[in-house]
């Protein structure tokens, strides 16, 4: 089986060619008949590019595995089988008073997939990454045999999984440590700011101040606009609701369009209006969490406004210290190129440190950018992204990625090679292929070269 249900959620790089159910995943792993193989777990397809596709081999569906084992409703601790989705989590852990430590902007991420890619959120500065809050975890390998995974018990295996795309086995199941939180609801502020400069003047206070903290930027502004925008920060409500409301909302795109429907004067308009709707209350307000953490889940299948081409998102990290000169410089190739942004969204990343072996989140600033693809023009465009993100000592987000070159991908992540040597061999990703696996050709080929 294979098809649309197997696509990223960019849409732009083509569907999974085969598909498998999970229990015939674990079967072949279990068997030692997957040696020969090419798999790769698949989660719910909320990656934007390639890092879950496996063109040359099967994905492995895993959402079949959907059982919530056992839960501490004392400690927060919460087994689960890794195709459980966050949003199921939340609407179970949120009677108990309890919360993921962090989430994405979407809750429709799979558990194994949230640590496959080491998730971040709008708390980075205080939580550090999905991968921080990760008790243990089992991992079926190729071998036949099925690992326990924790900080003592086979780290290493532990450190590479966490971040790892799913390239070191099928998780099977985790142990996460939840947040304790007063209620679901947000106390929500919006500070409105003229440009960038003044942006990076409210940044550290705004951390110190908030559990959650990101800022919205007004892409399409320019001449004394330019860089203008909205810093949104939270923290949980004291005397909010414990109840999960619906996970997504009534609305949908239910066929993929034949066209762009996010183009310039809608953006411009949605960004006009975007800015004076939230901007219009800037005194602290109570909020649903789905408004807060997912906005774009309460339109199902909105990627399907980009039409057929689909988009790319770039997510790159700019250190600390460079980050008010390279911002400026990232959001201006994007104009210069005339291409808008549906979303621009702009955070802090803090120093807690993640255990995964390769994690996106460094100390810095985060800069999200979404594309149609507008074929040349925008992989241009991209490429000089890249450019000037590699050039400022920044990375590239991997699992949001679709067609970074090995080179940005071994400048973003310089320890690589100890994620290949981990690898299960039976496991394979397309974003593997166009990468890391070049770079160890080219490694081979100047070794045989002396």
């Known amino acids: 089986m294979a098809g649309d249900r197997f696509q990223s959620f960019g849409l732009a790089t083509p569907a999974a060619a085969g598909a498998i159910p999970a229990e015939e995943g674990i079967a072949l792993l279990k068997n030692r008949q997957a040696k020969n193989a090419s798999l790769l777990a698949y989660g719910n397809g909320r990656s934007y590019g390639d890092s879950c596709q496996n063109e040359a ?8 595995l959907d059982r919530i084992r056992a839960f501490n409703a004392e400690t927060g601790l919460l087994e689960a089988d890794s195709g459980v989705l966050l949003s199921e989590i939340i609407a179970y852990a949120a009677p108990y008073g309890f919360f993921p430590a962090v989430v994405p902007g979407t809750q429709f991420v799979t558990l194994g997939g949230a640590i496959a890619n080491d998730i971040h959120g709008k708390n980075h500065h205080r939580r550090g990454t999905f991968g921080c809050h990760v008790e243990s975890f089992t991992l079926l390998r190729s071998d036949g045999r099925t690992y326990r995974c924790s900080a003592t018990d086979n780290a290493r295996l532990f450190r590479a999984t966490i ?17 304790r939180v007063p209620s679901l ?29 990101v800022a919205w930027i007004d892409q399409l502004a320019g001449g004394r606009n330019r860089g203008r925008g909205l810093l949104l920060t939270g923290n949980h409500a004291e005397h909010g609701s414990h109840a999960a409301s619906r996970a997504g909302g ?20 949605f960004n006009t209006a975007y800015r004076w709707r939230k901007g219009r209350s800037v005194a602290p307000h109570p909020v649903g969490y789905q408004g807060f953490f997912f906005p774009l889940d309460g339109v199902r299948d909105w990627n399907r406004l980009y039409g057929p081409k689909g988009l790319f998102q770039h997510q790159s990290v700019i250190p600390e210290d460079t980050a008010r ?23 802090r990343f803090g120093a807690v ?28 465009l991209l490429r000089e992204l890249d450019r000037i993100t590699a050039g400022a000592g920044g990375a590239v987000n991997p699992y949001k990625d679709a067609r970074m070159g090995a080179d940005i991908f071994a400048a973003s992540f310089p320890e690589w090679q100890r994620l ?21 050709g080219r490694h081979n080929a100047a070794e045989a070269a002396e």
């Open 353 to 380: 440190r993640s255990p995964a072996l390769l994690s996106f989140p460094r100390p810095g600033y985060t800069l999200t950018l979404d594309f149609p693809n507008k074929g040349t023009a925008t992989l241009n």
């Open 325 to 347: 000169e390279v911002v400026p410089m990232l959001l201006g190739a994007a104009e210069r190129a005339g291409q808008g942004s549906f979303l621009t969204v702009l955070k």
């Open 250 to 269: 009534n609305l949908s795109v239910p066929f993929q369009l034949p066209f762009n429907a996010l183009n310039r004067p809608f953006l411009k308009a």
């Open 420 to 440: 290949e040597a981990l690898r299960d061999p039976a496991f394979m990703s397309t974003f593997w292929v166009r990468t890391a696996k070049k770079l160890d």
């Open 57 to 64: 081999g099967m994905v492995v569906d895993m959402r079949s």
């Open 185 to 213: 609801d947000i106390v929500e502020k919006t500070t409105p700011f003229r440009d960038l400069a003044e942006f990076f003047g409210l940044t550290e206070a705004a951390d110190q101040a908030n559990e959650y903290a």
């Open 163 to 179: 971040g790892g795309m799913g390239l070191t086995g099928l998780i099977l199941s985790a142990s996460i440590r939840l947040m």
